[in-house]
């Protein structure tokens, strides 16, 4: 089975601080994706990547930015985490073609205090 | 922009019923794929099913099954003899000529025994 690990199920950071969220696929998936989950508002995509080094921005990538230097690693860092960034936070991997299934991480719920 | 709009914010079924729960989409593309995922408490996202736009017939997965309006834009899922597992939230996705793909805000299905 595919596995898509993000480091932490659970994360609390201040203010101001720069924060990594990590995900890593074991299936050399070329598409990896970050989506921000809330209450009432769905999943929204921040960022997407479909190669190494190469990525494009989702529907809400202000105040994100992502890195993917290796296939199996997508992160997502919060240059200046601010308390409006408080929320779920879900990686997903697939193989390239767009009728492919999205393969997802359990999620990270960050809080920022 | 693409948009998915699940009108449902909440549904419940007793046990062993069935349930619909509806999606629709809006879309200029003639060439796309539709998705309902389901993510219990657990929070892992699991596909349910999907369905290319082309194909008139409807898709089928065991008690899962659609019914795929393509002129109304309408995508919802029929749960059959609903168990208490199948509590969970249910997204509907939609997924087009790019990588990414666009997630209604999701139905919150309960299940009483």
Redesign the interface.
Same mark, same amino acid.
């Given at each position: 089975d595919v596995k898509v690990t993000q480091s932490s199920r659970y994360l609390v950071k201040r203010t101001g601080e720069k924060v990594f969220l990590e995900c890593v696929q074991d299936m050399d998936h070329e598409n990896m994706f970050w989506y921000r989950q809330d209450p009432g508002l769905g999943l929204r995509l921040i960022y997407f990547s479909y190669d190494v080094k190469m990525k494009e921005k989702g529907d809400i990538p202000e105040g994100y930015s992502v890195s993917r230097e290796k296939k199996e690693r997508f992160s997502l860092i919060l240059e200046s985490a601010s308390t409006n960034q408080t929320s779920m936070y879900l990686c997903a991997s697939r193989e390239a073609g767009r009728t492919e299934k999205l393969f997802f991480g359990s999620g990270t719920q960050l809080s920022v205090l | 922009a693409q948009t998915v709009t699940?009108s449902q914010?909440e549904m419940s079924v007793q046990e062993a019923e069935t349930v619909t729960l509806s999606c629709t989409y809006d879309t200029s593309e003639s060439d796309y794929?539709l998705?309902w995922?389901k993510q219990p408490p657990?929070?892992?996202?699991i596909?349910v099913i999907?369905q290319?736009a082309y194909k008139q017939q409807n898709a089928t997965e065991n008690r899962f099954s659609v019914n795929f309006q393509k002129a109304a834009k309408s995508f919802s899922l029929k749960i059959s003899d609903s168990q208490l597992g199948d509590a969970a939230m249910y997204?509907c996705a939609w !997924?087009? #000529?790019?990588?990414?793909?666009?997630? !209604?805000? #999701?139905t919150k299905l309960t299940v009483n025994p």
């Open positions: - | 699940q914010p794929y998705f995922y657990s929070r892992q996202m596909l999907r290319e997204f !997924g087009g #000529g790019s990588e990414k793909l666009v997630f !209604g805000k #999701g």
